[in-house]
């Protein structure tokens, strides 16, 4: 089968041909029926050699970490799904038996990647390919009628943010105001999320303003470029004091000061983009008080959550269709920051 891999550390990846997987016990194979493509790719493509062994990941590695597909074929003892069921799949697996895995929380897994448990396209073979191997049918949501180039997307660029944002809930009630930067993939997800379950006034941050624009048509009430003039903005469409959640999809050094000026006392802060951006923690780095979070994708619970909020219209992924052999141009595109939401590969 054709797989997007990447083979040398360094290099552009590449389409080549490799086995197709077969499912053994307990497992399921699916055929790929979308592949997101995500900037934490970017990252891991960024890594050198010795940082990649370290991640317990090896080349070739065959991209994707947010895929849906079709049930093609099913191990012995799978009875949760049948062959043609339309899913989703939930990426960050864990070891399925501890503390936070019983709750759904395998993101958090302390134990999976000592066990040699990784990620589908994070270590593991992803999504970019025909067919695509997962470990356990707890890995895997339906999609029922949602199509799955649409709402591939969930599985990441709208289950991160809205982990993020589930955790601020309490305060984002009418009135309140919470600052998004970066509105690419996870970014535009987070605005409408925000809209969704919240009160709270949405002022949207970037660099481009072809991202601020579309910041607007996804519903951020207010865009400003992202740099030092808009601390002087968030101030004066807070009363002086800033908002109550910001959500830094960047995390780029830049991004991580300019985020913990905005926030106010008692506020969250949400530093969800692995930019290599760093805080020094201290008294005086932030207004009194504040949270501040690193989330990490999130649950198999909220990805339940997140689909049921595409099925009732309240969320929709924008994105751009390419072929599974036009994947490195989507790659490209994604360096260059001209995508409009999320880049979709389809097989
Ligand atoms: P993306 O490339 O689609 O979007 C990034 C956006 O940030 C773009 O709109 C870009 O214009 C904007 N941007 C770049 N520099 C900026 C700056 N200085 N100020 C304001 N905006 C700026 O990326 P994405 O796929 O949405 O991912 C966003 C980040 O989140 C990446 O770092 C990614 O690795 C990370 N990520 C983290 C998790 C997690 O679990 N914590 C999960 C997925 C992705
Ligand atoms: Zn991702």
């Not at 924008?318 to 880049?343: C, I, M, N, V, W």
Request: one cysteine or more; glycine letters at 14%.
């Amino acid at each position: 089968m054709k797989a997007l891999q990447y083979v040398t550390v360094g290099d552009a990846p590449k389409i080549m041909t490799i086995p197709k997987p077969h499912a053994g016990p307990g497992q399921i194979v699916l055929k790929v029926t979308a592949a997101g493509v995500c900037h934490s790719d970017e990252f891991v493509m960024s890594l050198p050699a010795e940082a990649f062994g370290v991640m317990g990941w090896s080349t070739p590695l065959t991209l994707g970490h947010e895929g849906a597909g079709i049930v093609h074929e099913l191990g012995d003892g799978v009875t949760e799904f049948a062959i043609g069921d339309s899913v989703a799949v939930y990426g960050p697996w864990g070891c399925g038996t501890c503390s936070y895995c019983v709750q759904g929380k395998e993101m958090l897994c302390p134990f999976a990647a000592g066990m040699g448990i990784q990620p589908p396209g994070l270590g593991s073979p992803g999504a970019m390919a025909e067919y695509l191997l997962i470990d356990s049918p707890r890995h895997l949501v339906a999609l029922g009628t949602l199509d799955p180039v649409q709402n591939v997307s969930l599985t990441d660029a709208a289950l991160t943010p809205y982990h993020a944002i589930k955790n601020s809930l309490s305060k984002l009630g009418a009135g309140s105001t919470a600052v998004t930067i970066g509105a690419g993939g996870l970014g535009h997800m987070a605005i409408q999320l925000l809209r969704a379950l919240t009160g709270a006034t949405v002022i949207t941050l970037d660099i481009s303003d072809a991202k601020l624009a579309l910041a607007k048509e996804v519903g951020a009430h207010h865009t400003f470029q992202s740099n030092d003039d808009a601390i002087a903005r968030v101030h004066e469409l807070t009363g002086g004091i800033g908002a109550n959640a910001v959500f830094d999809f960047v995390g780029a050094q830049p991004t991580v000061e300019l985020a913990s000026k905005l926030v106010r006392p008692e506020g969250d802060l949400h530093i969800v983009g692995i930019g290599g951006g760093m805080l020094p923690v201290g008294f005086g780095a932030t207004a009194y008080d504040v949270n501040i979070r690193t989330p990490y994708w999130g649950s198999r619970l909220e990805l339940m959550e997140v689909i049921e909020l595409a099925q009732q219209g309240k969320i929709k992924v924008e994105f751009e269709q390419f072929s599974l052999d036009d994947g490195p141009t989507a790659y490209e595109r994604l360096h260059h920051g001209d995508l409009r939401g999320r880049a979709v590969l389809v097989p």
